[in-house]
């Protein structure tokens, strides 16, 4: 199989990448190694896949750009498209709305477009637990109302699902949206909280720490994420929207304490209010993935965190 992966360079498209590699799966991946934080990271995010030699191959490029998508599609039969790249973020995107609407909703159609002109009908659309907003029940299910988001993240995110259902209606393309909750672990992008606050204790500078600390989120770890998107690659036909979580919620207050439990240290707190565009909670139900893509996580947060951390100082050795 010929996979195209969007975003290919980024914390979850390099270890999609691994893993189709290594079940003998041909990648050519995408990724146009924006500003959102260090392409140098990035880069070194692809030295396994790399070792692959003639089976991988990386296309540096924007998935808004319709002539490039033209030319990629027409050199290539791909069998399957897993679509990671995006602009992330839920507090950025508060200031620059346009720019996620542009990149993860008219970059999600020009994919669309180029898939169903190129023959391609099987596809994986990386959505967000963002989508849930508020007001959802705990623990959220795919068929909750979804209309109250509280980011332009958010409502992007739930926009390219809407475009994917169109797509499936109007051209027959089986495609998944998987709601991925929280996701870390070794290559997490060093903005997001886990891999923020273990740096900062490490170093022994103060963590900043947002509201009273009772925020919950269903952190997943990498790998489980990686073999659920792979379950929906294989498994998944028709149109599908699958939650990907651990479900187990833990507060901003209990992920703290776990992180000074994996490095050894105490934190020191740099109290500041709420931001404005954050859910007080995700809570993912999986019993949908469970039993229509297979998806079975296994790795709890205080093994996760190990992992995670070991290879933090790996990194910083």
Not at 109 to 120: D, K, N, S, T, Y
Not at 122 to 128: G, I, Q, T
Not at 143 to 154: E, N, R
Not at 204 to 210: I, L
Request: aromatic share 10%; hydrophobic share 40%.
């Amino acid at each position: 199989m010929l996979v195209l992966v969007t975003g290919a360079a980024g914390f979850i498209g390099s270890h999609v990448c691994d893993r189709l590699l290594e079940l003998g799966e041909e990648v050519v991946g995408l990724d146009n190694f924006d500003d959102f934080y260090s392409a140098e990271v990035k880069s070194r995010n692809l030295v396994t896949a790399r070792g692959f030699g003639p089976a991988f191959q990386l296309v540096e490029g924007d998935i808004r750009d319709g002539a490039l998508l033209a030319r990629l599609f027409a050199e290539k039969c791909f069998d399957a498209i897993i679509h990671l790249a995006a602009r992330a973020g839920v507090r950025p995107s508060i200031e620059q709305p346009e720019l996620y609407l542009d990149v993860n909703v008219r970059g999600t159609l020009a994919l669309l477009e180029a898939a169903r002109a190129g023959g391609v009908r099987r596809l994986v659309l990386a959505s967000s637990s963002s989508v849930y907003g508020a007001g959802t029940p705990a623990p959220f299910r795919e068929d909750a109302a979804c209309d109250q988001p509280l980011s332009p993240y958010a409502a992007s995110k739930r926009a390219m699902e809407h475009f994917a259902g169109v797509y499936h209606q109007l051209y027959g393309l089986d495609i998944a949206c998987l709601r991925y909750f929280t996701a870390y672990g070794p290559r997490q992008r060093p903005d997001l909280a886990i891999h923020k606050f273990a740096r900062l204790i490490e170093a022994g500078r103060p963590v900043p720490f947002f509201g009273d600390g009772k925020s919950g989120r269903d952190y997943t770890y990498i790998a489980d994420i990686v073999g659920g998107t792979l379950g929906a690659l294989y498994r998944s036909r028709g149109f599908g929207i699958y939650n990907l979580g651990e479900s187990r919620v833990v507060t901003l207050n209990e992920l703290l304490a776990a992180i000074e439990a994996a490095l050894g240290k105490k934190a020191v707190r740099q109290q500041l209010p709420d931001q404005p565009g954050d859910v007080p909670l995700t809570s993912a139900d999986i019993s949908k993935s469970r039993r229509m893509i297979g998806y079975s996580p296994s790795v709890g947060l205080e093994d996760g965190l190990a992992r995670f951390v070991e290879w933090l100082r790996k990194q910083e050795a």
